[in-house]
């Protein structure tokens, strides 16, 4: 698959076999509709041979996971984190991105930093990996659990119907790594980290988010804490609240605007 000449374009081929199969056509309807400049776009999707192919926009850049743990290998300890005027940005063209989603009804159930692109030229933020994603027509009510333990909220690890909180505690949890580095998890298989998650959830993360940083002070940890409530009832309503505490936290602390 060659680059058309006006626009970029990368394909991503599946084997044909049921279980991928769905999952990948899911992740094609769901993006499908998304129309937002903080989302990758999808093309076109189709049959070659044996393989299902999707076709979307080629972000030239890396993904904020690969940016956190190049920055983590900086020789000079005080450059070994992302600046934080720049997180706060990513985050808030990540939140952007969710708020569209969610008005268009869709819930992404897997936000965390590898599934978040940073364009090099423009320093723009893109969502990606729609793969799991749950939208208003989905029955699939089933008691499995997709998703990644540390960024998943209590209710999605415990095989629950989620909602657009789900995506607001990844994205807190998504904000914490990108200020702190590291998340301050035991190293544990992922089968555990999700049954510790579903049973107890207070109990997952060792540190608060002040302890596990010195760049974290009070009234980002407040920030941080309300997105992450292991209740969902007492997370932000929506990601544009939430975007709005992380503009103004960038105003009043950074006097910068995001």
Known sequence: ??????????????????????????????????????????????????????????????????????????????????????????????????????????????????????????GRTFLVDFGIARTELTEDESKFVHGTPAYMPPEQARGEATDPRADIFAAGVTLWECLAGKLPIQALPAITLVKVKAKNPQAFFEMTPMESSARIDADMETIIKKAIACDRDDRYDDCGTFLDDLRGYADKKLGVRI
């Open 1 to 122: 698959f060659q680059n058309s000449p006006r626009r970029k374009i990368s394909a991503q081929l599946e084997p044909k076999e049921k279980p991928t199969a769905q999952s990948f056509m899911h992740e094609t309807e769901a993006v499908a509709v998304l129309n937002h400049p903080n989302i990758v776009t999808v093309f076109d999707v189709g049959e070659y041979e044996e393989y299902l192919y999707i076709t979307m926009q080629l972000i030239e850049g890396e993904s904020l996971l690969s940016l956190i743990r190049r920055k983590l290998r900086h020789p000079v300890p005080s450059q070994r984190f992302i600046d934080t005027h720049v997180a706060l940005r990513c985050m808030a063209h990540t939140l952007d991105a969710l708020t569209y989603a969610h008005s268009e009804g869709v819930v992404h159930q897997d936000v965390k930093p590898g599934n978040v692109l940073i364009e090099k030229a423009s």
